[in-house]
Nanobody, 127 residues
């Protein structure tokens, strides 16, 4: 089992940047592929980005491609989401999640693929 704690959210103006962190504790962090999801008020939770166990392969939602970057530091048991050129539509609660399985197909995009979730961190982008 793994416990996840997100941090780094806040209020930022459109065009600004934030870096989210997700610190893991418990089982060996490198055993988990990791994902970031977000949920805006009144909307379903949606996939943002994912990264494989080694960090060599990353995936992004079309809406954030070219603006967001996911990375991980297995020595620090932490996954990051660097968010640049933020837009008001990026406003949401952001969650990190851990998947003990190897990604197959496009499963990394599905919330049911992930067994463990953090509590979320609020990101608000003002126009």
């Amino acid at each position: 089992q793994v416990q996840l704690v997100e941090s780094g959210g806040g209020l930022v103006q459109a065009g600004g940047s934030l870096r989210l962190s997700c610190a893991a504790s418990g089982r060996t962090f490198s055993s988990y592929a990791m994902g970031w999801f977000r949920q805006a008020p009144g909307k379903e939770r949606e996939f943002v980005a994912a990264i494989t166990r080694s960090g060599t392969i990353t995936f992004y939602a079309d809406s954030v491609k070219g603006r967001f970057a996911v990375s991980r530091d297995n020595a620090k048991s932490t996954v990051y989401l660097q968010m640049n050129s933020l837009k008001p539509e990026d406003t949401a609660v952001y969650y990190c999640a851990a998947d003990p399985r190897i990604f197959t197909g496009v499963a990394y995009r599905e919330s049911y693929e992930y067994d463990y979730w953090g509590q979320g961190t609020q990101v608000t982008v003002s126009s």
